[in-house]
């Protein structure tokens, strides 16, 4: 049984940072692209960065390009997202999210992932 458990999630001032954890059992971590999404209030869920299994190849949603950094650590089985310079805008809730394969010529969308954690919630105040 595939599970995703985030964590890091919290109440953080403009211009603070966070860094957000998702611990993976259960699947092939060393072979998967991971990914975070994050969905606000009345929004759909949207693609925020993804990283690639063995290269750690990364992408970014332009909206966090700059102020986001993912990464992973395979002997962990463990994927982080480290925010700063966080703004209001991105308030939401965080999922952490397993891609069904390891190669991706372009940013995850959500048919492509195979499993989601159940979400930290990231509150940024003005």
């Known amino acids: 049984q595939v599970q995703l458990v985030e964590s890091g999630g919290g109440l953080v001032q403009a211009g603070g940072s966070l860094r957000l954890s998702c611990a993976a059992s259960g699947l092939p971590f060393s072979t998967r692209t991971m990914a975070w999404f994050r969905q606000s209030p009345g929004k759909e869920r949207q693609f925020a960065a993804q990283i690639s299994p063995i290269r750690g190849n990364t992408r970014y949603a332009d909206s966090v390009k700059g102020r986001f950094t993912i990464s992973r650590d395979n002997a962990k089985n463990t994927v982080y997202l480290q925010m700063n310079s966080l703004k209001p805008e991105d308030t939401a809730v965080y999922y952490c999210?397993?891609?069904?394969?390891?190669?991706?010529?372009?940013?995850?969308?959500?048919?492509?992932?195979?499993?989601w954690g159940q979400g930290t919630q990231v509150t940024v105040s003005s």
């Open positions: 999210a397993a891609a069904r394969s390891s190669y991706y010529s372009g940013s995850l969308e959500s048919a492509d992932i195979v499993s």
